[in-house]
């Protein structure tokens, strides 16, 4: 029974479509993590958590898996190589990784670590990350990109960076950052200057929920009026040989494959009429966007991807060399930006559900028994035979009975017949009729519409601790879609259908829309609390969301363990644990001043003994306390 249902959960939960061969669910119904090419070796979720319980990390946690990054770049890079060697393909394949998608320096030391053996590069969009990505020594070979709007530091920061022997390329976003760059090298003459390059405003889109990122409304890149003018600026200044790429972007998660192949079609285009013009670029940067395909349906819908990574790799070599080839021109190297698909797979943000909205407890409240004889009460007893007597043959009817008795309940209320303990019996009895009608009604070939609005309603609301603003932003504010999922128990079958609250005191901070692989669903199947942890997985969070997060209710980063698998014998161990922020760092981060504060304390507690309302060794035991607490984890503490 236990190997059927288990079956069930992968079939249930979509994990073998939308895991990408990182996650599946073991014999023992735990979810497993695969982080490497062997299959044979799988890391169970909740004995993860458990170790990590054991060192002092406590949920919320976020569980890392560098050794899913690499073996994402390592996808990327075969893809291109197998691409070029099918096509014939001179041009080179460089991949940078743009920083936007994951500051934490946790994740960029993967990145940069796993990324040498493949020359992988780093793209910053802001000065502040410009300076943290020239802390890494990099590959020679090892492009640092510059995108985004530039003032002239930025331009000298380029500058000093190219001096120190990186390999840089400075794009112009404008003709005004075009003129920053030239007004530089004829004030300095240095004796090393980046190569140039120019960002493109294609006519082509995108698709999905970033697909104004391109086309010609976008706020990025060059129009054709503004590209001549640059490349004048360019022939005039003597500076033609500097221009070494050409650079286009049209959005992250692109779902529809054959939007990025017309802009590939428009952009090698542009790249080849520029040769032509006389200059000599060798670099086009076809940007990012390679869509994860967060609910395994494999089609262009906002939350997945229609195409594979070698799909897009073929197209990308194949439509850039036939332009070449057609207009006569060499084939440029290709540089790719994409940070999505290589940093998605590699975190899943883990948090226990404290409690569970809904739960049937009406032993402990009681019966009509012992409240006693009177007319008041008679609808409880009608409540009770029908919960009795409910059947298949008549649910519709003693449903419709139900709820008139439950408001004659009410109604008696209201009037002063009834306390409240009469209405807390009639709540809970009315609730498990309604469960009871429910479950009738899901063996009829037509839900009844009526049944439709009351599933919602009797949905249990699973208490998560953590906050979606601070974890899984993109879920609240774009309504990006998660794969969520129970990490035990997928060898017993879920008894709820729930959505999921987090602790923050915002309504917003709900989830009610799951990933599915036909369409997505408003409520996740669960299993009803049994006293033990139940740990709720976050997948493919790692891109995007550590950068957008927002400290809603001052509650902060939460705690992070990395996992390593050894390769022989199949071994994990935690590698390595950061701290979430603390109370006190998150008071600090918004201009409190943790010793101002425990002196307003001092002198609180010092006017209450005065006062005599606190002895004095009683007020020394409050203070020692209240100065604890500011370096507690913002989170609420684990029940086991």
């Known amino acids: 029974m236990s190997t059927r249902q288990v079956i069930a959960s992968k079939e249930l939960y979509g994990i073998d479509e939308w895991g990408a061969g990182y996650f599946s669910i073991n014999r023992a119904g735990h979810v497993i993590c695969t982080p490497t090419d062997n299959k044979e070796h799988g890391i169970s979720l909740p004995e993860v958590v458990e170790e990590a319980k054991n060192l002092g990390v406590r949920s919320p946690m976020i569980l890392r898996f560098p050794q899913i990054i690499r073996g994402q770049l390592e996808k990327m890079h075969c893809a291109f190589s197998a691409a070029k060697a099918e096509f014939g393909y001179t041009g080179k394949h460089f991949g940078v990784f743009p920083f936007k998608v994951n500051q934490r320096r946790e994740f960029i030391d993967a ?179 390679v ?17 594979s990574l070698q799909e897009f790799a073929n197209d990308a070599v194949y439509v850039v060399g036939e332009v070449c080839k057609n207009e006569g021109v060499q084939s440029p190297h290709i540089i790719t930006e994409s940070g999505r698909v290589i940093a998605a797979y590699h975190s899943i943000v883990v948090t226990d559900i404290r409690e569970v909205q809904g739960e049937e407890s009406l032993h402990d409240i009681g019966s009509s028994d012992e409240i006693g004889p009177g007319d008041a009460h008679k609808p409880l007893k009608e409540l009770e035979y029908i919960l009795a007597h409910m059947s298949s043959k008549n ?26 303990r009469e209405r807390a019996i009639a709540e809970e009895l009315f609730h498990k009729i309604c469960r009871r009608a429910l479950y009738f009604a899901s063996f009829q070939t037509h839900f009844p519409d009526e049944f439709e609005a009351l599933q919602k309603l009797k949905v249990s609301k699973y208490l998560a601790n953590f906050s979606i603003f601070q974890s899984i932003p993109d879920a609240w504010s774009i309504g990006q879609l998660f794969p969520v999922i129970p990490l035990s128990r997928h060898d017993e079958k879920p008894s709820h259908k729930g959505t999921i609250v987090d602790i923050t005191c915002d309504s917003d901070g709900c989830l009610d829309r799951f990933v599915d692989r036909k369409e997505e669903k ?14 709720l997985g976050f997948f493919l969070v790692g891109a995007y969301q550590e950068s957008l997060a927002n400290e809603h209710n001052l509650l902060g980063a939460i705690n992070e363990v990395e996992v390593y698998l050894n390769e022989e014998d199949g071994s994990w161990s935690i590698s390595k644990t950061t701290q979430g922020d603390p109370i006190r760092e998150l008071l600090i981060c918004r201009n409190y001043d943790a010793e101002e504060m425990i002196r307003s304390y001092e002198n609180q507690l010092l006017e209450a003994k005065k006062k005599g309302l606190i002895s004095p060794e009683r007020s020394t035991v409050l203070l020692e306390q209240l100065t604890e607490f500011l370096d507690h984890y913002p989170y609420l503490t684990e029940k086991n």
């Open 395 to 420: 649910y519709m009817e003693f449903y419709h009975d139900a709820v008139e008795f439950h408001e004659d309940l009410f109604t008696l209320f209201n009037l002063g017949y009834t306390g409240l």
């Open 111 to 289: 990145i940069v670590s796993c990324g040498k053996p493949m020359h992988w590069g780093l793209e910053v969009g802001s000065k502040t990350e410009f300076m943290a990505a020239l802390s890494y020594p990099m590959e020679p070979d090892a492009l640092l990109i510059c995108n985004g709007f530039k003032d002239p530091v930025f331009v000298q920061m380029a500058f000093h960076a190219s001096e120190m022997g990186r390999n840089v390329v400075l794009v112009a976003e404008g003709p005004d950052e075009l003129e920053y760059i030239i007004q530089y090298i004829r004030d300095n003459q240095p004796e090393k200057s980046p190569g140039i390059g120019l960002r493109v405003r294609l006519y082509a889109k995108g698709s999905g929920k970033w697909e104004k990122s391109s086309g010609e409304s976008s706020k990025f890149g060059l129009t054709t009026i503004e590209l001549i003018h640059a490349l004048d600026l360019l022939e005039n200044a003597g500076l033609r040989d500097e221009l070494v790429m050409l650079h286009f972007h049209i959005g992250s998660q692109i779902t529809a494959i054959k939007r990025f192949k017309n802009a590939l079609k428009e952009a090698a285009r542009v790249y080849a009429k520029i040769v032509k013009l006389g200059f000599a670029p060798t670099h086009l940067n076809i940007g990012g966007g």
């Open 291 to 307: 869509g994860v395909d967060y609910d395994g349906s494999h089609t262009s819908a906002q939350s997945s991807a229609n195409y």
């Open 522 to 535: 408003s409520t996740l199947d669960l299993h009803s609390p049994n006293g033990n942890p139940y740990y």
